[in-house]
């Protein structure tokens, strides 16, 4: 083993949860002590609890979408597609009064 290209290692590294389990380990970090958000005391895989960890704010942002879109008028497809048969059927409900292609070109052979 070549001398001085290996880092320290630090045998006495406490790790603190928020949760507040505590962990002693190893490691080549220089520091002391060392704080993580979640660990095996905590984690829902771990515990089979469902918890949400929301470190940027992001189940409350998406909540405050989900209650702005409730506020928006929007209409379903079928709503859409209703209102699409309706005006299609008033349309094919009126008495035809405007002539076709073949009529007016029939008029215009007459008139001549």
Excluded: W
């Excluded at 928020?18 to 002693?24: H, K, L, P, Y």
């Excluded at 942002?61 to 079928?78: I, L, N, W």
């Amino acid at each position: 083993m070549k001398k001085d290209i290996h880092p320290k290692y630090n045998n006495e590294l406490v790790i603190t949860c928020s949760c507040g389990n505590t962990i002693t380990t190893g490691s080549t970090l220089q520091v002391e002590n060392l704080s993580v958000e979640i660990c095996s005391k905590c984690h829902p895989f771990y515990t089979g609890e469902q918890k949400i960890v929301d470190t940027d704010n992001l189940v409350k942002k998406f909540e405050e979408r989900v209650e702005r879109s409730k506020k928006m008028s929007f209409r379903s497809k079928k709503e859409k597609m209703e209102q699409r048969r309706k005006k299609i059927e008033k349309m094919s409900n009126k008495p035809a009064t405007t002539l076709s292609l073949r009529d007016m070109l029939e008029n215009a052979k007459v008139s001549k």
